[in-house]
């Protein structure tokens, strides 16, 4: 906002908002002792952790699988219904509230703080592993064209519309009871409906926001940790550097010592610039793929991938461990199901700090449908020519795999030109996501620590965001990348409950909000509205120039009032 040139200089600075609460010490000692617990534990008695965890992601694979499944096909379903029904009219804030961000910004940030270190680790070691070594669901020939058909397939199944879908349950619930019905920014607000304001506020509300805080812990802890493996794996190849554990180490020291400074330069400084600057870095290193790599196979792999992915959905989204290949799918999508789970309370609240004044349609449409597209473009060019230069033997991406899922991203860039180059900029692209993701995870947790601040305490953050580091560094230790998964898996579990509740206590109360309309309004319109918006379509300008359109809008406007529409 401008300043105007008459105000006095010594006005003082604007203050923290009155109404953000102090932090709850009850919750941040019984959160913090509970994590340092942990990492003691970890640190000292290495082996022991290792074997209970290993037990008890056994137990939980074996007789929890099908929650996780059934879970994240239930959260995509309901962000269907939101956007289509007549839910989605509900504006995030005030009838009268715009977009506190634009769309660019909006989407940059939510996309580094989703998912963008992940896509870094596994964008092209995913595609390239289910390529040499296909899903054990039917008979499909290792290297085969069908081999990179299903390789896709699974790629996009695992990261497109459903995690997005888990994060826009959550941010969209966040975001309602924040802006729309003025509580705090924490995961307890959701549940009122169901627990009264009083309970919400007291400790069971506490004890939802303490699984909250430790789902985020581990769930960002297992992403810093990808982050560490990637980047030591990139010095290694590029500079020589020994691949050790003292060097994973000593980068998550060191990029935890950047998020610091990114921690207490704010929303609007630190993570916005660091967001856009990720998402133009890695547009251009995609770009630079697309180019130079398989170009015309890349773009006949986008509309055949996503064509197949379209077509096995369902089964997909059914399958479970009932007729064997458990371990399969543990390693893989049982994994990403509570991974995603675990990052629902991070990536919900951050998405939902964001997205003030956007519809529910704008925002779920948003959330569901521009990251997916992003990822997809970004599984085709990244994994799509790894195993295309594969096939065509221009270089062996299929032995990079022995050195680990993350040597394949820095295998490919070596095989075109300028590697040294691009490999350099593909670690620097990893470092920012790491600073992000940690700067996002802490504010959030911070937030849920100060009864749903949405400006807590930069100690605070800062605390948070230590021992988030410390956790990634005690998983790394205690059992490398096996580690990171196990430690995502457990702390799931109970958070899935947790979500699974929040969705009612959200239907609960979307129902009873007058904003929705009635029941007989088209939700159509309400779709071509929310495209309009996030393009930015001027409906006002055209409704004025148009006779016939400015009497359509000014109709839809008696009807929102509640007043009959014209009957001529």
């Keep these: 906002m401008s300043t105007d040139v008459t105000t006095p200089p010594q006005e003082p600075a604007p203050q923290r908002p009155r109404e953000d609460p102090p932090p709850d010490t009850k919750v941040i000692a019984i959160g913090v002792t509970a994590v340092l617990a942990v990492v003691a534990w970890a640190a000292i008695g290495t082996d022991n952790f290792s074997s209970v965890s290993t037990t008890a992601l056994g137990w939980v694979l074996d007789n929890f699988g099908w929650l996780f499944s059934l879970a994240a096909n239930l959260f995509l379903v309901l962000c269907a219904f939101f956007a289509i029904s007549r839910f989605g009219r509900i ?3 005030k009838d009268s509230d715009e977009p506190e961000f634009g769309n660019l910004a909006w989407i940059a940030m939510m996309f580094s703080a989703g998912m963008g ?3 870094m680790f596994y964008g092209v070691g995913e595609p390239l592993t289910y390529y040499v070594t296909p899903p054990p669901f039917g008979d499909i020939e290792s290297g085969s064209g069908a081999a990179e058909r299903t390789a896709l397939e699974y790629s996009f199944f695992h990261w497109t519309l459903h995690p997005w879908a888990i994060y826009g349950v959550a941010g969209l ?29 007291g400790w069971p509300g506490r004890v939802i926001d303490l699984l909250a805080v430790f789902a985020t812990v581990f769930g960002t802890a297992t992403s ?7 980047v030591a794996k990139g010095l290694n190849l590029t500079v020589g550097w020994d691949d050790s554990r003292e060097l994973q180490l000593l980068i998550i020291l060191v990029l935890s010592a950047a998020f610091v400074v990114s921690a207490f330069s704010g929303i609007h400084r630190g993570i916005k610039w660091l967001s856009n600057m ?25 509309p055949a991938g996503v064509g197949a992915y379209l077509q096995d959905l369902v089964t997909l989204s059914s399958r479970t461990g009932a007729f064997g290949d458990k371990d399969w799918l543990g390693t893989w999508t049982i994994f990403y199901w509570a991974w995603w789970l675990s990052w629902a309370p991070f990536v919900g609240t ?17 959330v569901l449908l521009v990251p997916s597209g992003a990822t997809v473009v970004w599984f085709c060019v990244m994994g799509g020519s790894a195993m295309r230069l594969d096939a065509t033997g221009e270089a062996d991406m299929a032995g990079k795999l022995t050195d680990g899922v993350e040597a394949s991203l820095f295998g490919l860039l070596d095989a075109l030109p300028l590697g040294a180059v691009t490999s350099v900029i593909a670690m620097v692209l990893v470092m920012t996501y790491f600073i992000t993701s940690a700067d996002s995870a802490s504010l959030v947790m911070g937030s849920l620590t100060s009864g749903g601040a949405l400006h807590p305490r930069s100690w605070l953050v800062v605390t948070w965001g230590v021992l988030m580091a410390a956790v990634a560094a005690v998983l790394l230790v205690a059992g490398g990348l096996d580690g990171l998964k196990t430690g995502t898996i457990l702390v799931a579990l109970p958070f899935v409950l947790v979500m ?8 609960k109360e ?3 909000d007058p904003g929705a309309g009635p029941a007989r309004h088209h939700p159509l319109h309400g779709m071509r509205e929310a495209v309009r918006a996030m393009v930015g379509e001027a409906i006002d300008e055209r409704t004025s120039r148009h006779p016939k359109l400015r009497r359509v809008a000014e109709t839809a406007s008696r009807d929102k009032g509640g007043e009959e529409p014209d009957k001529r």
């Design 224 to 230: 810093l940790g990808l982050g560490a493996l990637q």
């Design 278 to 302: 990720n998402v133009g870095l890695a547009a251009l290193l995609m770009l630079f793929v697309f180019l130079l790599g398989p170009t015309v196979f890349i773009l006949d792999a986008i």
């Design 117 to 119: 270190i992940g896509l």
């Design 350 to 366: 951050f998405i939902a700090r964001i997205s003030r004044g956007r519809t529910i349609r704008e925002f779920l449409i948003g």
């Design 510 to 512: 979307l129902r009873e």
């Design 500 to 507: 699974l509740t929040l969705c009612w206590a959200l239907f």
């Design 91 to 93: 504006r995030l804030g």
């Design 173 to 201: 619930a966040l975001a309602y009871v924040t802006f729309r019905k003025g509580r705090g920014n924490r995961i307890s607000s959701v549940f009122v409906p169901l627990l009264g304001e009083r309970r919400a506020n």
